[in-house]
Every structure is written in structure tokens, then in C-alpha cells.
């Protein structure tokens, strides 16, 4: 089957594994075939040319923590499937079977260059259920994944603790939030061990009954998804730092409001960080400190930073402006665009799919006005998969056969 080849030519280019290439060209089907200097480009005729006039390209920009689909734009309750507050506990939900793509997050993000989000449960649950990085846009979420599931969400300190008080159940302190992810850890690596000396033994060992939610940690324990630990404060940081460390898990810290109080912790521990949202009212006790500071002072010390809006307490479009205002109050300005490209799905495993322009991973692509950590920075088009999926109909981009 032929493919419909594309190019973006005279391009300001930002492939995200080295240097910026002035007048650049980008060669795609669905996957990126080359980008790069005009000079090195295979000689493939291409079915459609864009030239973009020396306007910015990057990869599509990614949000390594949010909830869209799940907390639904102007829907309240019909739409609120984000926290299945009735059980502290729950491995076993999926974010793929609460995503709605026809929420407006989604078209909303392809307007602003944003094309993979890594979306899941929230923070009510000590132990929240899995992640999801998936497209943002389709009719049908199976056709969106990219990763599912890709992470394990854990939340730490006040969130867990205030919806249980309510409830007069467990958890109603920081003890029995980590109390209640060790016993799901210990229980869950007991039923890998049966489970172990069944399938290379079958005649000498009984296989263990199903349990949908010890099932549900094998990837966690195989360190084939890591754990996304919401937390806040330096104290519950340093809590998900230990439990990864006890049960020697991959993980990542979520939000990091504090993190410049343990960057010495976070560097030791080389602990990738997804940090946001940060611009808003502090609307609770955990974020009395939270500052632009941490987005310098984490990236500063060599750690892979990602920033994320945490949809809908952000909404989705504005992840380029998080970016913005971390540029403002100091970071590198190349490192800011990492962390919405490359760092963002490195910090998410999802780097073999997604976040530079390398061959062979998919052809997203944004282009903008000017590089997107600027303030007046305008996305112009987005492709996902390789298809144009916006075009500002304003600007003048040429297209030839």
C-alpha cells in the first residue's frame, strides 16, 4: 500500500537530539523518515511540501501528567471519572476504559502542538490505577494508545488523607497511606512468587487463584511500568524515594512541589521528576511553598525534569505556557522544551513512540510561530500519526504536489 509522503521544508528545526538546524527539512509517512540539514535528505519524492518559512518544528509536545478524558471539560459528575474514591486501593482500573476522546481537552491540545498526553487516575487513592500516554485525537481510545498501561499511579500526604477521614476509614495519616501501599506491594510480590513456581514447576506447585489487583502490580514489579507517586511535600518525596528503593521499583515523583528543599535526595536517588502545575491559587496546604524556583533549581542539578499541567487544574492548551513561565523564572530555555518533547517521554518510557524527531518513531510534529517557550509563540499546524490534523488557515504555509 503507498504511502502519502509529506515534507516540511525550511524549517527552523529543533529535533530534540542535539543542535538546532536552520532551514530544515522533515521527511514522514506516519513515522518520521529523515529531519535534518536540506543536503542529507534521502531522495524521496514527496506527495505534499509544506514550506514553512523559516518557521520553528519540533515534535509534538507531550504532558507527562494530566487527567484528560477523565475529569471532562463542563460535565461535572457525568464526566468526573477520575477518582474511584470507594476503595483506598484499586491497581486494577484502567484509565483507558474512563478516557473520553470527545472530551474538549482533546481537540483543544492538537490547537496548541500537543499531541500525547499520559493521562490516569488522581491522587484520592493511595493507590490509584494505571496510567495511560495515548494521542489526542481519535473517536475510539484503543486507537489512541500509545502505552497502556504506562505507569501506576500512588499519591502520597493530604489528598489520600483527607478523603478517608471523611469517610472515618483508613487511610487518615501518612502512616496508613505507606502502610497500605507496602501491603499491596508485599502481597502482590508473594503472588508473583506462586505464580513463579507454577509456571517452571506446574506438577509440584499450586497455581495461586486470580486476584485482578495482584495481577494488576506484576508490570510495576517486573519494572516494565513505573510508579507515578503524587507527592507534594518533602517528607512524602522522601517516603516514595524509600518505598520504591524497599521494593526496588521504577518510579517517578509527580508534582515535586517541594523538591527544591531534597534536590540533594532527588540527584542522589538520580529520580526523574514531573513537576506542575504551578502557576494558581495554592489551594491547599502541601503547596504553601510552591515556586517557579524548583523548575531551575531541579533542571540545574542534572535531573530529567518534565512539566506537566496536571488537566484539568492547567487545562491541556496552556502546557506551552507552563513551559513559558519556567523559562521566565529562569530555566534554560532548551532544557523548558525538553521537558514538554524528549525529557517528558523519557520520564514516561515512552521514548522508542515519541518525543523527538528521530527516524522511524511517529510523525508528530507541531510548527510554531516561534519556539514554543516563547510568550507569543503560536502553534500554525500539528500532524499525529502523520496527518495534518491543524492548520491555522490564516497563515500563508505552502502547500505543492
Known amino acids: 500500500m503507498k504511502m502519502n509522503i509529506k515534507m516540511i521544508k525550511n524549517a527552523r528545526l529543533f529535533i530534540m537530539t542535539g543542535a538546532e538546524i536552520e532551514n530544515g527539512t522533515v521527511i514522514f509517512d506516519d513515522k518520521i523518515i529523515y529531519a535534518g540539514a536540506p543536503d542529507g535528505a534521502p531522495g524521496i519524492d514527496a506527495d505534499e511540501v509544506y514550506d514553512v518559512h523559516g518557521m520553528i ?7 507527562a501528567h494530566c487527567h ?10 457525568e464526566g468526573d471519572d477520575g477518582n474511584e474514591d470507594t476503595d483506598p486501593v484499586t491497581p486494577q482500573l484502567r484509565a483507558i476504559d474512563g478516557i473520553n476522546p470527545f472530551d474538549r ?35 475510539c481510545v484503543d486507537d489512541m494508545i500509545v502505552k497502556a498501561p504506562c505507569a501506576m499511579k500512588m499519591a502520597l500526604g493530604e489528598n489520600p488523607k483527607t478523603v478517608y477521614n471523611e469517610k472515618n476509614q483508613a487511610p487518615a495519616t501518612r502512616m496508613g497511606t505507606a502502610a497500605l501501599i507496602r501491603e499491596l506491594f508485599m502481597e502482590a510480590a508473594e503472588y508473583k512468587e506462586k505464580l513463579e513456581k507454577y509456571e517452571s514447576d506446574s506438577e509440584n506447585n499450586d497455581k495461586p487463584d486470580f486476584d485482578i489487583k495482584l495481577d494488576a502490580m506484576l508490570p510495576v514489579l517486573s519494572r516494565a511500568i513505573p510508579v507515578k507517586f503524587h507527592a507534594h511535600r518533602a517528607d512524602d518525596i522522601c517516603t516514595a524515594i524509600r518505598i520504591a528503593k524497599e521494593f526496588k521499583i521504577d518510579f517517578t515523583i509527580e508534582h515535586c512541589t517541594d523538591g527544591e528543599r531534597v534536590a540533594d535526595v532527588l540527584v542522589r ?29 531541579l533542571s540545574d542539578r542534572g535531573l530529567s525534569v518534565s512539566i506537566i499541567t496536571d488537566h484539568p487544574e492547567i487545562t491541556i492548551e496552556n502546557l506551552p505556557f507552563c513551559a513559558v513561565m519556567a523559562v521566565k523564572h529562569g530555566m534554560d530555555k532548551y532544557k523548558a ?21 528521530s527516524a522511524g ?18 502553534c500554525v499546524m500539528t500532524f499525529i500519526n502523520g496527518r495534518l490534523e491543524h492548520k491555522d488557515s490564516a497563515l500563508n504555509i505552502g502547500l505543492s504536489e
Do not use: H
Request: negative net charge; glycine residues 10%.
Open 68 to 77: 484528560a478524558g477523565m475529569f471532562e471539560d463542563s460535565m461535572g459528575f
Open 269 to 297: 536517588e538520580n529520580a526523574p521528576v514531573n513537576l506542575g502545575p504551578t502557576f494558581g491559587d495554592r489551594s491547599k496546604i502541601e503547596l504553601k511553598d510552591m515556586s517557579y524556583g524548583v523548575y531551575k533549581a
Open 337 to 357: 522544551l525538553e521537558a514538554i518533547t524528549s525529557s517528558a517521554a523519557q520520564n514516561c518510557r515512552i521514548d522508542d513512540r515519541v518525543g523527538t524527531l
Open 361 to 378: 518513531k511517529d510523525a508528530d510534529i507541531a510548527v510554531f510561530t516561534k519556539p514554543p517557550t516563547d510568550f507569543d509563540a503560536e
Open 57 to 63: 518544528v519540533t515534535p509534538g509536545l507531550i504532558d
Open 105 to 139: 481537552a482533546f481537540p483543544d491540545a492538537v490547537k496548541a502542538g500537543v499531541t500525547t498526553v499520559v493521562t490516569g487516575p488522581g491522587s484520592a487513592n493511595p493507590v490509584g490505577g494505571q496510567f495511560a500516554a495515548v494521542k489526542t485525537c481519535g473517536s
